[in-house]
T-cell receptor, first 112, second 114 residues
Framework: QKEVEQNSGPLSVPEGAIASLNCTYSDRVSQSFFWYRQYSGKSPELIMSIYSNGDKEDGRFTAQLNKASQYVSLLIRDSQPSDSATYLCAVKEDSGYSTLTFGKGTMLLVSP | NAGVTQTPKFQVLKTGQSMTLQCAQDMNHNSMYWYRQDPGMGLRLIYYSASEGTTDKGEVPNGYNVSRLNKREFSLRLESAAPSQTSVYFC?????????????FGPGTRLLVL
C-alpha cells in the first residue's frame, strides 16, 4: 500500500513570507511527483511537477525532491493571501501504467 | 475548449436509489479517472480507464460501476446509494507530457445520500 504523508495544518504564514510545505512517500519506485492546489469548494489544479532530484523553480514556486530521503517539498516565496488553499502532494510510479497516489493535503493560510 | 465537464453539480439521493454521474473531456486524452474526496481522507481513486475500452478498479471501487462510453466520456454509476457514499466526486483526464503525466480535474459533483 503506497502512502503519501502530509501535515494537515493549517500552516499559517504572514503575507510576504516563505511558506514551506512538505510531503513524504513510502514507495521507493515512485518517479513522478506533483503538487496540486485546491481552493475551498473547487477542484485540484496542477501547479508543479518534478521528476529529478534537486530543485525546480516556476515563478514564486520551488519544488524540491530528494528521492534518497523519499521527500518532496514545495516552497512558496512572497506568499499572498490568494495562496491560501489546500496543497495536495501526489506521487506516481513510472513502471508501465500507474495511477497517482495523493496525500491528504496541507491547508495554507496566508494572513494580510 | 471546456476541458473536463461533470454533471450534475449537486445531487441528493435517498438510500437505495441509483444514479449515474457523467463526465466528458474535449482534450483528446486517453486516460480518465473517478475520485471521491471526503474530509480528512484526501482524494481516493474509485475507478480509472487507461484507454478507450478498458476500465480498472482503484482504491475504493465497492458500490460503484463505470462505463467508458467512448474516448470522451466516462460515467460512474451508483446502483444502490448508501449514506457512506456521500462525498464530492471528481472526474479527471490525463495526457503524458514529457517525463510525466498531468491530470486535469473537472469541477466536481457534490452528492448527499440520506
Amino acid at each position: 500500500q503506497k502512502e503519501v504523508e502530509q501535515n494537515s495544518g493549517p500552516l499559517s504564514v504572514p503575507e510576504g513570507a516563505i511558506a514551506s510545505l512538505n510531503c513524504t512517500y513510502s514507495d521507493r519506485v515512485s518517479q513522478s511527483f506533483f503538487w496540486y492546489r485546491q481552493y475551498s469548494g473547487k477542484s485540484p489544479e496542477l501547479i508543479m511537477s518534478i521528476y529529478s532530484n534537486g530543485d525546480k523553480e516556476d515563478g514564486r514556486f520551488t519544488a524540491q525532491l530528494n528521492k534518497a530521503s523519499q521527500y518532496v517539498s514545495l516552497l512558496i516565496r512572497d506568499s499572498q493571501p490568494s495562496d491560501s488553499a489546500t496543497y495536495l502532494c501526489a506521487v506516481k510510479e513510472d513502471s508501465g501504467y500507474s495511477t497517482l497516489t495523493f496525500g491528504k493535503g496541507t491547508m495554507l493560510l496566508v494572513s494580510p | 475548449n471546456a476541458g473536463v465537464t461533470q454533471t450534475p453539480k449537486f445531487q441528493v439521493l435517498k438510500t437505495g436509489q441509483s444514479m449515474t454521474l457523467q463526465c466528458a473531456q474535449d482534450m483528446n486524452h486517453n486516460s480518465m479517472y473517478w475520485y471521491r474526496q471526503d474530509p480528512g481522507m484526501g482524494l481516493r481513486l474509485i475507478y480509472y480507464s487507461a484507454s478507450e475500452g478498458t476500465t480498472d478498479k482503484g482504491e475504493v471501487p465497492n458500490g460503484y460501476n463505470v462505463s467508458r462510453l467512448n474516448k470522451r466520456e466516462f460515467s460512474l454509476r451508483l446502483e444502490s446509494a448508501a449514506p457512506s457514499q456521500t462525498s464530492v466526486y471528481f472526474c479527471a483526464s490525463s495526457i503524458r507530457q514529457g517525463a510525466g503525466e498531468t491530470q486535469y480535474f473537472g469541477p466536481g459533483t457534490r452528492l448527499l445520500v440520506l
